[in-house]
């Protein structure tokens, strides 16, 4: 479970962020780098109360070095 770090209201997770006009999702990476490692999609959840959006990455294993 998520919430909310305004409103501390149970967030909807699972939301995906997409670039508008293309099909193009985003990517998170470990640098700026063109040919950084990928991690994979940051995950998206949405306060239903206040509209505030929490981009987040689940899979925190691969950030550990
Ligand atoms: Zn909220």
Do not use: W
Not at 9 to 28: F, N, R
Not at 43 to 53: D, F, I, L, M
């Amino acid at each position: 479970m998520r919430e909310c770090i305004r409103c501390h209201t149970e967030m909807v997770e699972g939301c995906d962020l997409k670039v508008q006009g293309a099909g193009y999702g985003i990517i998170l990476a470990d640098s700026e780098k063109i040919f950084a490692n990928r991690l994979g999609k940051p995950k998206v959840a949405v306060c239903p109360k206040c509209g505030e959006v929490s981009i987040y990455f689940d899979n925190v294993d691969l950030l550990k070095k």
